[in-house]
């Protein structure tokens, strides 16, 4: 079985700052891991996800999470906050690579980004 | 890039009748297509995978007889929620994805459903 914990339902950073969203997962076997992004009456969209090799991934929008299978995290970071990244943070896991494979996700972050 | 829409984008009906969401993938043709139940400041739960011209395999504790599933075409797959209740209330989401698309899954905004 396989289980997403995401730290803290609302973050609110100044336009900017730093934005760190916490991930931790559970998982019986290797785990592939990814990042959603959902704003308002929009579906969910894929920021990175982690699958093999380079533990500290790269994905859209200036932002990148980075494997850690020590502490069996995958916290998703972006340097420099903007206004247009205030939207809802999903993290998934999975068993396979390919997103079309059974996604397990947490319960949502919501970022707030103020002036 | 790939769009996948979902009709209607809320509905409200009374305890009792059934009520049916579409999920359309519009501008490629999605082999599986998975939906999804999300409670408030909860996660989003699977609820079924289906494959086109097949019958979908649903999540465990999640009734097939009631919750019916049809992916007759590559870009349709609808939702029956069937004898609605209160309970059912929620927020359903639909994904699609095409192996030609990196097997990425693509997600639609979403049907609040609101049972009376």
């Known amino acids: 079985a396989q289980s997403v914990t995401q730290l803290g339902s609302h973050v609110s950073v100044s336009e900017g700052a730093l934005v760190l969203l916490r991930c931790n997962y559970s998982s019986s076997v290797p785990p592939y891991l990814f990042w959603y992004v959902q704003y308002p009456n929009q579906g969910l969209q894929l920021l990175l996800k982690?699958?093999?090799?380079?533990?500290l991934v790269k994905g859209i929008n200036g932002f990148e999470a980075e494997f850690k299978k020590s502490e069996t995290s995958f916290h998703l970071t972006k340097p420099s906050a903007h206004m247009s990244d205030a939207a809802e943070y999903f993290c998934?896991?999975?068993?396979?690579?390919?997103?079309?494979?059974?996604?397990?996700f947490g319960t949502g972050t919501r970022l707030q980004v103020t002036l | 890039g790939a769009v996948v829409s979902q009709h209607p984008s809320w509905v409200i009906c009374k305890s009792g009748t059934s009520v049916k969401i579409e999920c359309r993938s519009l501008d490629f043709q999605a082999t599986t297509m998975f939906w999804y139940r999300q409670f408030p400041k909860q996660s989003l739960m699977l609820m079924a995978t289906s494959n086109e011209g097949s019958k979908a395999t649903y999540e465990q504790g999640v009734e097939k007889d009631k919750f019916l599933i049809n992916h007759a075409s590559l870009t349709l797959s609808t939702l029956t929620v069937t004898s609605a209740h209160p309970e059912d209330s929620s927020f359903y989401i639909c994904?699609?994805?095409?192996?030609?698309?990196?097997?990425?899954?693509?997600f639609g905004p979403g049907t609040r459903l609101t049972v009376l």
């Open positions: 994904s699609a994805s095409s192996p030609s698309g990196n097997n990425e899954q693509f």
């Open positions: 998934a896991v999975s068993d396979r690579p390919g997103t079309a494979s059974k996604l397990t």
């Open positions: 982690y699958t093999t090799g380079a533990t």
